[in-house]
């Protein structure tokens, strides 16, 4: 009896040793395959931006004699800005007026004046001209006849080739006054150089009167009455109305995914739930070597009137959308980047690696292609199970977003 009992209590005991040798299994949580609708989408970060920016400053040193804005103001074309003080700017334009008086008059003086004076002096010297050589040839007959020396002919023949000479020297003196001529159009372009710099002294009396080129909203104002503006000085600065616009950046592995044309959604961090629409219009022809990103630019065509330069907004560019497809959170997919991304698979309680074939990819979801099936159990890695482990399985729990944080707004 003693032996039967002796051997009863080893058989327990063996039992007892055995249940705490054999392994438990590790304890994991898990998701299941579901299929639901997904959105694959790029998210970019940027700011609003204006069609341009305006900055207006002062041609010259000058006073500023009054500004007529304020910041936040929208302004017009031709609106005037600021007015300034400058008597450098009218002493030009003094000196400028003396000089075309004094070029005109001497124009007017070529037309009224030198000009018929030149043609009486042409005149006169071909009748001088005519006199001598009709000298000169009574001279030369005498001379022949024996009546005079020789001397007396050579001195007519002189006579006679200054008065030529005299009258070719008349004779183009009016012709540089008559139309074409060289003093005639001379002192026409001294009148047109006089006019020209009239022009320009005035057009920088003019630039003391500042208005606005274009339409738009001042941004910031620099100057007060009273304050002495140098040459160059920036003193407003205006948003040019026109087409409201997003400048952002997305990494460059999302260049793939991106086109002209692609439909966008922005969200401003100011005013998270009021979405507005938006177009992707421009992908930058290269990538910051440094940062490894690439500039992206949205055109907003209905801005809303929050809205302002600047801005910070956070914009989803929809890339790809399924009404039903296997999903699965990005966070259980192993080397999804490489080719051959896998899952641990909960089956008949051990873990099982199952390569998958991946899709679209949401914001922290993805798409499963090939490799499960809708209900499969897929091991999450922070429960640490390894291929071949015992599992003893939690209940699933909702997938979550793998802590992205999704702007109000935003596709999920």
Same mark, same amino acid.
């Given at each position: ?87 450098? %700017?009218? #002493?030009?334009?003094? =000196? +400028?007026? $003396?000089? *075309?008086?004094? !070029?005109? @008059?001497?124009? /007017? &003086? ?76 001379? %002192?026409? #372009?001294?009148?047109? =150089? +006089?006019? $020209?710099? *009239?022009?320009? !002294?005035? @057009?920088?009396? /003019? &630039? ?205």
């Amino acid at each position: 009896m003693k032996r039967r009992n002796l051997i009863l209590a080893l058989a327990a005991a063996g039992l007892v040793a055995a249940a705490v040798l054999w392994p438990r299994g590790r304890e994991v949580e898990v998701v299941s395959v579901a299929r639901a609708p997904l959105t694959q989408s790029v998210v970019a970060t940027g700011r609003i931006a204006t069609p341009a920016r305006i900055v207006i400053g002062s041609p010259l040193a000058a006073t500023v004699l009054e500004v007529t804005v304020r910041e936040g103001e929208p302004v017009r074309p031709g609106q005037v800005l600021a007015r300034l003080r400058a008597d450098d %700017a009218e #002493a030009l334009v003094g =000196q +400028a007026t $003396a000089a *075309l008086a004094e !070029a005109e @008059a001497r124009f /007017a &003086q070529i037309e009224s004046v030198s000009r018929p004076v030149a043609a009486q002096q042409l005149a006169q010297a071909e009748a001088n001209r005519k006199v001598a050589l009709a000298e000169a040839e009574r001279a030369r007959q005498l001379v022949a006849k024996g009546f005079y020396a020789q001397s007396k002919a050579d001195d007519a023949l002189r006579n006679a080739a200054n008065a030529a000479s005299a009258a070719d020297t008349a004779r183009a003196q009016l012709a540089a006054q008559q139309a074409g001529g060289s003093e005639r159009e001379a %002192a026409r #372009a001294r009148v047109d =150089q +006089a006019r $020209a710099q *009239l022009v320009n !002294a005035r @057009a920088r009396a /003019a &630039q003391l009167t500042l208005t606005a080129p274009a339409a738009g909203v001042v941004l910031t104002r620099k100057a007060e009455p009273g304050d002495v503006a140098t040459a160059g000085k920036v003193l407003l600065e205006l948003a040019e109305a026109g087409e409201t616009r997003v400048y952002a950046t997305v990494d460059e592995k999302n260049l793939r995914l991106l086109k002209p044309g692609q439909k966008a959604r922005g969200v401003a961090d100011a005013f998270p739930a009021q979405p507005f629409d938006a177009e992707l219009y421009y992908l930058a022809p290269a990538v910051d070597p440094q940062r490894g990103t690439v500039e992206t630019r949205f055109r907003v065509p209905a801005a809303p009137p929050f809205l302002r330069p600047d801005m910070t907004v956070s914009v989803e560019t929809v890339t790809g959308h399924r009404d039903a497809t296997l999903v699965l959170p990005a966070e259980v997919v192993r080397d999804a980047d490489s080719g051959k991304p896998w899952v641990l698979v909960a089956r008949d309680g051990i873990a099982t690696r199952a390569e998958v074939g991946l899709g679209l990819s949401g914001i922290g979801r993805v798409e499963i292609l090939t490799g499960l099936a809708e209900g499969d159990q897929v091991v999450l890695p922070a429960g640490g199970a390894l291929e071949g482990d015992r599992l003893r399985i939690r209940e699933a729990r909702k997938p979550k977003v793998s802590g992205v944080q999704v702007p109000q707004g935003m596709t999920r």
